[in-house]
């Protein structure tokens, strides 16, 4: 009798390790994402694929800068349940560790120059001679706030590196003061502007450029903030920008572009959150569809709130900066 016991609860424990948490529990109620404008596309896909597994679950999504989805949570108080930034340290700085215990680093990108077919001189720019044809007087530029979206930011830093690495001095400050009128809030904006001809070029995540079709210039890679390898030319360039309170400014030092996600400490569908952040991150689901739409993976990389990780999502993250 008593092995029978044994072996009987020894199926059953056998047999709930095999069954997922989510079948135990139907995932249902709400789920509120918080993302970066950069991941519009890559998310909408994701969220519909996601539903199919959990149809009962509403995925309610806010697009916006990265800094200014933060913000939300930091200082306006809105309820979010995930948050993914195109900027990993922008979780870093500005929620942890009073609004989130820990940040996984999961996808790249890089920096491009984007435009029409109907940009003015569009048949002759190239990578050599980008910056020129934007600081035509007869040519409109555009770019995000660098104090809202870190395409903003890096928009910035790029010139900066564009000018080390063209070896032209004050290139910089004339690309930035060029056209500020047209400085919009998030990087999606600014294709609004572009597609309708009021710009001729931006600023954009080369993503961003692939998933809407546009054409754009690919940036040599000392400037693009693609390549981990060149870390330390980019971290030679840095920018000012706002910070966690109204007269605090952060210093913003060039570095490779790279996607971090976390759950805000106050989300209220913690486990909903947990089951989409780990579909999200799983190479054939979320992050294949990721990878499709440009955004290479990173997974798993370092992170100094390893410690802090969800068990289920540590596979997706490994210890150190």
């Excluded at 959990?54 to 939300?72: F, L, Q, T, W, Y």
């Excluded at 700085?93 to 491009?112: C, G, Q, R, T, V």
């Excluded at 720019?125 to 044809?133: A, E, F, L, P, S």
Aim: proline letters at 6%; glycine letters at 4%; hydrophobic letters at 40%.
């Amino acid at each position: 009798m008593i092995v029978m016991a044994c072996l009987f609860v020894c199926a059953n424990n056998v047999k709930k390790e095999e069954i997922p948490v989510q079948n135990l529990k139907p995932l249902s109620g709400d789920l509120i994402i918080f993302h970066a404008g950069s991941l519009s596309v890559p998310m909408k896909e994701i969220t519909t694929a996601f539903k199919k597994d959990n149809p009962d679950v509403n995925i309610m999504m806010e697009a916006a800068g990265s800094v200014e989805c933060a913000r939300k949570i930091t200082e306006l108080n809105k309820p979010c349940d995930v948050m993914a930034s195109s900027d990993f340290s922008v979780i870093d700085k500005l929620l942890i560790p009073k609004y989130a215990d820990w940040n996984i680093k999961f996808a790249s990108n890089e920096m491009a120059i984007v435009y029409t077919d109907k940009s003015k001189r569009s048949n002759e720019i190239n990578k050599d001679n980008w910056y020129k044809i934007m600081l035509d007087k007869s040519v409109q530029i555009s770019r995000a706030d660098p104090n809202a979206d870190p395409c903003g930011y890096r928009s910035v830093l790029v010139s900066k590196l564009a000018e080390k690495y063209y070896r032209q001095n004050g290139l910089a400050d004339q690309l930035l003061k060029k056209d500020e009128s047209n400085i919009r809030p998030k990087e999606t904006d600014l294709i609004a502007l572009l597609e309708t001809g009021n710009v001729d070029y931006i600023f954009l995540y080369r993503s961003v450029a692939e998933q809407h079709k546009l054409k754009y210039i690919i940036l040599p890679d000392e400037v693009n903030l693609k390549k981990p390898e060149l870390s330390t030319l980019y971290a030679s360039v840095s920018v000012e920008i706002n910070g966690k309170n109204p007269n605090e400014k952060i210093t913003q030092k060039g570095e490779p572009m790279v996607y971090g996600i976390t759950i805000p400490k106050d989300a209220p569908h913690k486990a909903t959150a947990l089951a989409f952040v780990k579909f999200l991150l799983t190479k054939d689901k979320g992050m294949a569809i990721m990878e499709k739409l440009g955004q290479p993976s990173v997974i798993p990389s370092a992170t100094n709130s390893y410690d802090n990780i969800p068990g289920d999502l540590k596979p997706f993250a490994k210890t150190g900066k």
